[in-house]
Each structure stands twice: as structure tokens, then as C-alpha cells.
């Protein structure tokens, strides 16, 4: 142990000696350390002070060149300014110039209308001047001057003045009744249709004798019950293969043929199938009227009606006036209405819309009570028409007076189309007017659902609720009704009144 002991201080010596040593060791690796890192830093330093350089140096040519940009875009504008003062500067001499001369021209025409009122002033002198001396040579006062020379003139003149006047008056007589009928020729000339009176009956072809039959039905049941819905005769005459429908009103026949068409085509005759054919016919009629109502007013060149205007438009075609196709005879004046006011130097658009509308209240004068005339007018307020077409409409009967050119065109071509021959017939009109007047008598009584004026006007059959009428009043009815037509009407021969009263029990099963 002895030999292996060392002393204290030799150990404390050898540990501070290796303190030491590794204290300068450490120094000298943080050293060389250090060194690197600042190299590096020094390196990435430089790198960057040169990008800096560089971007520094763009941005001073960048700025430049904007420099140099805005200073060439400020020179030009200055250029412009300068080249818009000059046109300025310019027209600022311009118009001094024209004021100068404008001045000038109104000082020149001061003194030429100065002059002008010393002259008239001199004018006036002389004149009063000269009256004077004629005043003191004969006497007379100017008004007496005056009248005397009047009056000589005029007996010495009288006669040949008269002839004159009379002369004038048969020559401008003679050029305005010219000029007229040179100008209804002309619009009648441009629009040539045929006319052909309306009749009140329409015939269906049938495929064979045997359908009569089914037509008819067992005991008529068939019949009946159709001539009850449609209020159209059926006539089963001698004529092979055929059947009349007679009515007055074409709607109604219209229906009755649809519908009679349509049940010979089905071939089940029954009083069922007919309710339902008659339906049918009313719906594609309605479709008909419209489509006639559209084709009426493109045949003429007004396409800016409402729907309504032209569904009430193509019931016109199942009207008649006197025999005439009343919406035959509304395009007719409308064309003609168009021509006579382009002659005349009116509103074309106004006296064509005017003429095709001028009897639209014919089209439900059946149904409302009034005037075709009023109706129309009430017609046109109601969907709006411009103030000018009711004006141009309203005068064709005289009831309001003429106010614009295109009224007394519209007149006028009225009473070109109603003129025409063969257009009219004043006794089916007086027919068919006696035929509604028993209609409308009939449904004027309490209780009466339906009434139909047949066998031309001979008979007229009359449809009761049979809620509202039982059995005896049915028959006091139909009494009440002749009454009323043997007071109310003139008619040839007698008159047939026939009161229907039927119930029917309906029932469902579920």
C-alpha cells in the first residue's frame, strides 16, 4: 500500500495540469469553430450585398424608364391641351366675327325699318291727303264713295255675277261628285267579293235509308231528345239519304249537323250518346269560331285583337243581316273602310279596325238585351279600344254623328257592302226577326228553361223545370204564350205552342 500511495499534491498537481490542457484544447477547436462560421457568414454577406446591388439597380432603370414614360405621356398631353386651346382661341374668333357681323346686320336692318316707317308715315299723308281732295271735289265721305261704286257695280254687274256664282257652284258641284265617285270606285274596284245570301236550312248526307230509323228512334224518343238539345227541327222528308236541319240560328244548326254527323259516324243513336255528341259539337264549334275569328282578322291585316274580341269576332260568321254573312260583311267594309280612308287622307289602321268591328254586338244582340250598336260600344270599352275606332264605329247608323274622316269612310263602305246586289233580303230578315221574337216571348214567361221557334216559325216548343211547373201550369202556360204572340205579333197563319214538361230520375250505384 505504501508503495502505491501518492502524495496529495502530486494529485492535485496532474489534475490541475489536465484541467488546464483541456481547457486550452477546447479553446482552440472553438477557435478554428468560429473561424468557419464567420468565413461563411462573411461569403453568404457578400452574395447577398450583390443581389442587393443588382436589385437596387433594376429598380433605379425600372424608375427610369416610368420616369421617362410619364414625362413623354405629360408632354403629350400638354400638346393636346395646347392644340384644344388653339380650336378654342379659334372659334372664339369665329364667333366674334359672326357677332360683329350679326350686330352689323341688325343696326343695317334698324335703319331699313326706320326708313320703311318714314315712308309709310309718307304714304299714310299722301293717301289722307288725296282723300281729302276727293272728299272736296265730289262731296262724298269715303264710306258713301264707296257704297256708291257698290252699288253701281252691282247693277251693272248683278246679273253676270249671279250667272258666275251658279257656274261655280254646278262646276264645283260637278268636280266634287266626280272626285266621290272616282274615289268609291276605286275602293270598290280593289276589293270584289261574291255575295251569297244565307239560308236557314242545312242538309246531312246519310249513308243509307236505314239511319232514318235509328234517328228517329222508338217511339221518336231519339228525335225528340235532340231536337230538345240542339232546338233545331229535323225534317225526315222524301229525299233519299238525307236530312234538313231547320233552324233560323246558324250557331244552332251548326251544332245540330256537328253533332248529327258524329252520332251517323258512331252509329249508337240513343238519347245517352246524344247528350254527349251535342257536348262534342259545342266544344268543336267553339274551337271553329275562333279559329274563323282569326282567319277574319289576318285576311285583313289587324293581328293586335285581344282573344276575346276574336272569339266574338268568328260568331259573326254564324250571323246573318237581311240574308248576309255578317262577318262577310265586316271584312268587306273593313277593306273597303281602309281603302276610302287612304283616298281620304284618314288613319288606314283606324277605319280597317273600325270596319271589321263596327257590327261586333251582333254577336251577342241574341243573347243581351240592346241595340247591336250600344252592345258593340260597350264591347269595344270594355277590352279598351282606342277612343278613334269606337268614334269611327258608332256613326254607321246614324245614331251619333259623323266626327272623323274615318267614321264617314266606315259609312260610306257599309253602305257600299249592304248596297251590293243580292247582298240582302229584307224578308228573311223579317223572318228571322219574327222567329226570335217568339223565342224571346217564350223565355220571358216563369219557369221556362229552353224555347225553340221550328218548322219555320209554325210551331214554337217551349222546355219547363219540372220542378218550377208541374201538369197544370204547363198547360195554362202554353195558353199564356198564344196569348201573348196573338198581341204582340203579326204573323201569317197559326202558330203552334207546345209545352214540354219532363222528369228524369237519376240515380248512382256504388
Do not use: C
Request: without cysteine; neutral net charge.
Amino acid at each position: 500500500m505504501e508503495f502505491f500511495s501518492i502524495p496529495l499534491w502530486i494529485t492535485v498537481l496532474l489534475l490541475g495540469g489536465g484541467i488546464l490542457g483541456g481547457y486550452i484544447i477546447r479553446q482552440q477547436i472553438a477557435q478554428k469553430q468560429s473561424n468557419s462560421i464567420e468565413a461563411k457568414l462573411k461569403i453568404r454577406l457578400g452574395k447577398v450585398r450583390e443581389e442587393a446591388k443588382k436589385i437596387i439597380l433594376e429598380a433605379r432603370d425600372e424608375a427610369n424608364s416610368i420616369i421617362r414614360k410619364t414625362e413623354e405621356g405629360e408632354r403629350r398631353h400638354k400638346e393636346q391641351l395646347t392644340k384644344m386651346e388653339e380650336r378654342l382661341l379659334q372659334r372664339e374668333d369665329l364667333l366674334d366675327k359672326r357677332q360683329l357681323e350679326l350686330d352689323k346686320k341688325e343696326k343695317n336692318n334698324q335703319e331699313v325699318a326706320q326708313k320703311l316707317q318714314e315712308i309709310k308715315k309718307n304714304l299714310e299723308q299722301l293717301k289722307n291727303d288725296e282723300l281729302k281732295k276727293l272728299e272736296e271735289i265730289t262731296h262724298l265721305s269715303p264710306e258713301e264713295a264707296k257704297n256708291q261704286i257698290f252699288q253701281r257695280t252691282e247693277k251693272e254687274y248683278k246679273k253676270e255675277i249671279m250667272e258666275d256664282f251658279k257656274k261655280l257652284e254646278t262646276t264645283r258641284k260637278e268636280v266634287v261628285e266626280r272626285k266621290a265617285k272616282e274615289i268609291m270606285a276605286d275602293a270598290i274596284q280593289r276589293y270584289a267579293r261574291s255575295n251569297v245570301s244565307e239560308v236557314t236550312t242545312s242538309i246531312v248526307n246519310l249513308p243509307s235509308e236505314d239511319i232514318k230509323g235509328k234517328i228517329i228512334g222508338r217511339e221518336g224518343r231519339n228525335i225528340h231528345h235532340f231536337e230538345k238539345l240542339t232546338g233545331v227541327e229535323l225534317i225526315m222528308d222524301d229525299s233519299p239519304e238525307s236530312v234538313v236541319l231547320s233552324s233560323f240560328n246558324p250557331l244552332r244548326r251548326a251544332v245540330a249537323k256537328l253533332a248529327l254527323e258524329k252520332l251517323i259516324q258512331d252509329g249508337r243513336i240513343q238519347p245517352a250518346r246524344i247528350e254527349e255528341k251535342v257536348a262534342e259539337a259545342q266544344a268543336e264549334l267553339r274551337e271553329q269560331v275562333r279559329k274563323k275569328g282569326e282567319e277574319a282578322a289576318y285576311e285583313v291585316g289587324v293581328l293586335d285583337l285581344p282573344p276575346e274580341l276574336i272569339q266574338l269576332l268568328g260568331r259573326l260568321a254564324f250571323r246573318t243581316s237581311y240574308g248576309q254573312n255578317v262577318l262577310m260583311h265586316s271584312i268587306e267594309v273593313a277593306l273597303l273602310s281602309s281603302a276610302l280612308a287612304a283616298e281620304l287622307g284618314g288613319n288606314v289602321e283606324i277605319a280597317k279596325k273600325a270596319g271589321l268591328l263596327h257590327d261586333i254586338g251582333k254577336a251577342i244582340d241574341q243573347e243581351v238585351e240592346g241595340t247591336h250598336l250600344e252592345l258593340g260600344r260597350k264591347i269595344l270599352m270594355k277590352y279598351k279600344m282606342p277612343e278613334e275606332i269606337i268614334k269611327a264605329m258608332q256613326s254607321h247608323h246614324g245614331t251619333y254623328p259623323v266626327e272623323t274622316i274615318e267614321a264617314a269612310a266606315v259609312n260610306a263602305a257599309d253602305a257600299i257592302s249592304a248596297s251590293r246586289p243580292g247582298a240582302r233580303r229584307e224578308n228573311l230578315e223579317d223572318y228571322l226577326k219574327r222567329l226570335s221574337n217568339l223565342e224571346e216571348i217564350a223565355l220571358s214567361m216563369k219557369g221556362v228553361k229552353k224555347a225553340y221557334a221550328i218548322s219555320a216559325g209554325r210551331e214554337l216548343r217551349v222546355f219547363v223545370s219540372p220542378e218550377k211547373v208541374d201538369d197544370l201550369e204547363a198547360i195554362k202556360l202554353a195558353h199564356d204564350i198564344a196569348v201573348r204572340i196573338q198581341k204582340e205579333l203579326k204573323y201569317p197563319g197559326e202558330i203552334k205552342v207546345t209545352v214540354v214538361r219532363e222528369t228524369q230520375a237519376v240515380e248512382v250505384a256504388h
